[in-house]
């Protein structure tokens, strides 16, 4: 089971990135994938997930608007298109699975990315 982050760099606030989060080992769609993101300093904190059971979507109000979570069967992979960006989005971003398939998402990660760094500056 492997998860793998990629899509981050430099952006001015504003601009916008895509990051993917692609599967091997196990099929993305019967699980839960959250994206979450750390900033220097700070704890790590959740930022969206898509669910396995309806494809519902969660956002942290912090991104509501600007991010949107998506997931492609055929390749495997979750996405995260962000929008907007604003430097307080900085951080290394992480997708993770829930531990258990076909339930929603409730934040038991058993399953991490390597991370990728975003950094929103002028």
């Known amino acids: 089971v492997q998860l793998v982050e990629s899509g981050g760099g430099l952006v001015q606030p504003g601009g916008s990135l895509r990051l993917s989060c692609v599967a091997s080992?196990?099929?993305?769609?019967?699980?839960?994938i959250g994206w979450l993101r750390q900033a220097p300093g700070k704890a790590r904190e959740g930022v969206s997930c898509i669910s396995s059971r309806d494809d519902k979507t969660y956002y942290a109000d912090s991104v509501k608007g600007r991010f949107t979570i998506s997931r492609d069967v055929a390749k495997n992979t979750v996405y995260l298109q962000m929008n907007s960006l604003k430097p307080e989005d900085t951080g290394v971003y992480y997708c993770?699975?829930?531990?258990?398939?076909?339930?929603?998402?409730?934040?038991?990660?058993?399953?991490w990315g390597q991370g990728t760094q975003v950094t929103v500056s002028s």
């Open positions: 080992g196990f099929p993305l769609d019967a699980y839960s």
């Open positions: 993770a699975s829930e531990a258990t398939s076909f339930t929603d998402c409730h934040g038991d990660y058993g399953s």
